[in-house]
Antibody, heavy 121, light 108 residues
């Protein structure tokens, strides 16, 4: 059974860089059928897609975050990562990694449990 | 960017009743790119419906999705205690995924 697990610091100072890693187990990230994505949810609010990556390294990002986001993949470790620079308090959220399946019927079918990242000095 | 507006914001019903949740898009959505998720407190979202009307693996058949264009609906035919949660719709268009703000389904 596919499992995704987020890891990284739970506290980041304003203006610094948020870095998270998602480790995939029970399946290979090296799949031509899937993209891998990051989605966040501020406390008590809705969901916001951050961006997605293919195993080849091809990426696409939410235009609202594009200038600050980098998503990368390490197929040898079956991991993909998120970097968000110049964070502010508005970046405080639970960050989820997820698998996107389907080309004609796109959906996020497997999610990590999420990790809360707080931006505060 | 396509904006998804869900209504109502909160729906209060009793177990056994029928729930109808709406998701309206600011412009037409490709039907195959419309999905619904369920989220319980402290948990990640769970995929329920994709392609507007296809149930995900393991989802009970009391959940159904319908709609096209700008209007989509999630229906729960007969509410079970475990169905009380927050529901989000999501679409993909112009290389961007967007989510609705959610409908909270609470026990009356």
């Amino acid at each position: 059974q596919l499992q995704l697990q987020e890891s990284g610091p739970g506290l980041v100072k304003p203006s610094e860089t948020l870095s998270l890693t998602c480790t995939v187990s029970g399946g290979s990230i090296n799949s031509s059928s899937h993209y891998w994505g990051w989605i966040r949810q501020p406390p008590g609010k809705g969901l916001e897609w951050i961006g997605s990556i293919f195993y080849s390294g091809s990426t696409y990002y939410n235009p609202s975050l594009k200038s600050r986001v980098t998503i990368s993949v390490d197929t040898s470790k079956n991991q993909f990562s998120l970097k968000l620079i110049s964070v502010t308090a508005t970046d405080t959220a639970v960050y989820y990694c997820a698998r996107r399946v389907g080309w004609d019927l796109r959906r996020f079918d497997s999610w990590g449990q999420g990790t809360l990242v707080t931006v505060s000095s | 960017e396509i904006v998804l507006t869900q209504s109502p914001g909160t729906l209060s019903l009793s177990p056994g009743e029928r729930a109808t949740l709406s998701c309206r898009a600011s412009q037409s959505v490709t039907r195959s790119y419309l999905a619904w998720y369920q989220q319980k407190p402290g948990q990640a979202p769970r995929l329920l419906i994709y392609g507007a009307s296809s149930r995900a693996t393991g989802v009970p058949d009391r959940f159904s999705g319908s709609g096209s264009g700008t209007d989509f609906t999630l229906t729960i035919s007969r509410l079970e205690p475990e169905d009380f949660a927050v529901y989000f719709c999501q679409q993909y268009g112009d290389s961007l995924y967007t989510f609705g703000q959610g409908t909270k389904l609470e026990i009356k």
